[in-house]
């Protein structure tokens, strides 16, 4: 059976890593390849914290993007109004409120990983075989770790 543990530790804050992500997600929206930069993209014009109406609007001015635009959408994303609402918050929060992004940034990379269409059945497939879930998005992922 796999452990149902977080396989990592962490003795960063959420808002200190979670600012450090933003700095990520900025150099990949201002990045000339496409690639790094769109999924970015659309997730701020998701999260409406640009004036940009269209993600080719977006995309043209993504070079004038600042850090207080992506701290925003982490926020939002989050659910919380905006990061002013989420920073005194965040660090009241368990770690695994940001495991998504841990996993965006490759810090399960070493960990064998199964994925599932929703959290519902990630959950069901860990009773039988354990595992670490982590909600991304409407998808789940079980982290998996020898116990």
């Given at each position: ?9 962490s003795s960063v804050s959420n808002s200190d890593f979670l600012r450090e992500h ?97 959290e519902a059945d990630a959950l069901e497939w860990q009773r039988s075989h354990g ?17």
């Amino acid at each position: 059976m796999w452990s149902t543990s977080c396989p990592i530790s962490s003795s960063v804050s959420n808002s200190d890593f979670l600012r450090e992500h933003a700095r990520r997600l900025l150099r990949h929206a201002r990045d000339g390849d496409t690639s790094a930069s769109m999924p970015v993209l659309r997730r701020l014009l998701a999260t409406n914290v640009t004036r940009a109406a269209r993600l080719a609007d977006l995309h043209a001015i993504r070079d004038d993007l600042q850090l207080k635009h992506l701290l925003a959408m982490l926020a939002i994303e989050l659910g919380y109004a905006n990061w002013d609402a989420c920073k005194p918050d965040i660090d009241k929060q368990p770690g695994a409120i940001i495991d998504r992004y841990r996993l965006d940034a490759g810090a399960f990379n070493d960990h064998e990983k199964n994925w599932f269409a929703n959290e519902a059945d990630a959950l069901e497939w860990q009773r039988s075989h354990g595992g670490y879930i982590v909600r991304y998005g409407e998808q789940a992922v079980a982290i998996l770790k020898r116990e």
